[in-house]
């Protein structure tokens, strides 16, 4: 009961929305006469029957009180006699239209509605035959049999009408009941691998929600075909009845001719999307060929083989959308076009920094500035090259930290490539130390030598290299420069930090101090450690176990 309540109240609702009001059509309030004036119109409504629009003034009458003349004559008439007939009377380029022995009223020329009737014949002929339908469902209302047997009729759609609705109850119970052991059944053949494709925990409910929805479609479409059919049965409610099956016509012939409408540009944009797909899978595999060993494409190989192949996917698309964007539905709209002006105008104003991240990834790429594996040195942060990307470059650094560098900073800063000197996964490296004049040089590049040397993934070919980069006021500036093993699995900043502790080690065995920071006068004490202090508390060799 509760649910034919709301079905009743949604019928209602919808019965206010769609459906022109009983006493008149809708209308506009006025219309241009012959003569240039803006004229009222008025409908003639009978027994919620519309006869005639009356669109002009004659014989110094409006169009109201035209309709009001008429619909006094006809009801007058129609309570006076039953058994009446409708016939015409010409009157000049004028139609008279006689009820009985009457006169109902004038179909004047300016009454003819140019989109409707051809002429003012066609006009008074139409009027004719609703005032005939007005006397029949006058002499229909007054019969006793008629009246009983609309009742019966619509007693008997309404019985159809409950019975139909709790059949779709009934079968949507079953199917909500046979509907998880069917999905869980189906759900486990659909895999993967290993993968189930669909959880059918989750699709019960949204199953679920499109049955509901369904069913109160199908409930709707029972229930306003049932209204329409009481409403016709009955002379008075005729008309509403019969314009609910017109408006419902109307909606189902306009959803058709849409849909149909459609299909050839619908057509026309999967071939045009067929024609980009093939010829997109042609190019992907064209510039694979180009980028297999021993092609002489330098600039193309496996680095920038994949940004490569999405750009040309890209451009292939964006011509494929443009070319199919007039043939898709709705494109034409107001709508469709004023979203698209949305859309490119959000484009316009946000994406210039967007495209300067890709366009420097771009450049990243095709120069070939930065590959992952190699170590770098990016500004201030240091470390290894993880992925290059379309907008940002991540680095991993020695203590473990993942950095996100935008492609537009480093393009716009200076570079350093420690992998490039080494051949496979190696990296170089390099240190800095500062030692008195009163130290012979030659001592100082041995140590640094030998410090390289007792660093585990230090390798002796190339030979470490010591470099006198500066002769400052205080001291010569000394750069040892060696090269990391390729399978070493130590960072960088791992094994820099053990040459550091070498070469400290080592310069301490000799009695040479390094001379940083600056100093005004040599101390009484030498600035050195000497090797029994090495491992003094809570440093202890045995707890540290260093050679």
Not at 27 to 56: K, M, Q
Not at 114 to 142: K, M, W
Not at 150 to 160: D, E, G, I, K, N
Not at 263 to 282: C, E
Request: charged share 15%.
């Amino acid at each position: 009961m509760r649910t034919l309540l709301q079905l009743s109240a949604a019928l209602c609702l919808a019965l206010l929305i769609c459906v022109p009001s009983w006493s008149q059509a809708a209308l506009p309030d006025e219309v241009t006469g012959a003569d240039g004036a803006e004229v009222h119109v008025a409908a003639l409504v009978v027994a919620n029957r519309t006869i005639l629009v009356f669109r002009s003034n004659l014989l110094g009458e409006t169009p109201e009180i035209r309709a009001a003349r008429a619909r006094a004559v006809i009801n007058e008439v129609l309570d006076d006699s039953v058994n009446l007939t409708v016939s015409l009377q010409p009157m000049q380029e004028h139609f008279i239209v006689l009820l009985g022995e009457r006169r109902a009223f004038i179909v004047a020329n300016a009454d003819v509605d140019p989109l409707v009737h051809s002429s003012s014949r066609a006009a008074a002929e139409s009027a004719a035959e609703n005032l005939r339908q007005v006397v029949a469902e006058t002499q229909e209302s007054r019969d006793l049999r008629f009246m009983l047997s609309a009742a019966a009729y619509s007693a008997l759609a309404t019985l159809v009408f409950v019975l139909l609705i709790r059949l779709i109850y009934f079968v949507r119970a079953q199917v909500l009941a046979a509907l998880p052991g069917l999905m869980q059944r189906h759900a486990q053949a659909l895999k993967v691998g290993s993968t189930q494709v669909v959880d059918a925990n989750q699709l019960f409910p949204l199953v679920s929600r499109a049955l509901h929805a369904l069913r109160w479609m199908l409930m709707l479409l029972l229930g306003y075909e049932w209204l329409s059919f009481v409403l016709s049965r009955f002379p008075y409610t005729r008309p509403l009845g019969e314009s609910l099956n017109t408006y419902l016509l109307q909606v189902a012939v306009y959803l058709f001719d849409g849909v149909v409408s459609a299909l050839p540009g619908l057509g026309i944009a999967v071939v045009i999307f067929f024609i980009a797909r093939g010829f997109s899978g042609f190019v992907q595999r064209l510039l694979k060929r180009m980028a297999a060993p021993g092609s002489s494409d330098a600039w193309l190989n496996s680095e920038t083989l994949q940004p490569t192949r999405r750009l040309t996917s890209l451009a292939i698309w964006l011509f494929a959308l443009a070319m199919a964007y007039p043939y898709l539905p709705g494109s034409g709209t107001e709508a469709f076009k004023g979203l698209s002006v949305l859309v490119g105008l959000m484009i316009s104003l946000g994406a210039s920094s967007v495209v300067g991240q890709a366009a420097s990834g771009l450049i990243l790429t095709y120069t070939r500035t930065l590959r992952p594996g190699e170590y770098v040195r990016v500004g201030e942060h240091e470390g290894t090259v993880t992925e290059v990307g379309m907008f940002t470059t991540r680095i991993r650094t020695g203590i473990g930290e993942v950095l996100t560098i935008p492609n537009s900073m480093i393009t716009s800063t200076v570079t350093k490539n420690y992998s490039r000197a080494v051949a496979g996964p190696g990296y170089l490296l390099e240190t800095c130390v500062t030692i008195g004049y009163d130290t012979p040089w030659r001592q100082v590049e041995a140590m640094l030598i030998e410090a390289a040397q007792r660093t585990e993934g230090v390798i002796n070919t190339p030979t470490p290299l010591v470099l006198q980069t500066a002769l400052s006021d205080y001291y010569p500036e000394y750069r040892l420069v060696a090269h990391a093993s390729p399978g070493n699995s130590q960072s960088r900043a791992a094994v820099l930090s053990a040459l550091h502790s070498n070469i400290q080690d080592v310069f301490n065995e000799h009695s040479v101090q390094i001379m940083s920071p600056h100093y005004i006068a040599d101390p009484q004490d030498a600035k050195i450690v000497p090797k029994d202090k090495w491992y003094a508390d809570p440093e202890l060799r045995e707890t540290l176990n260093r050679p």
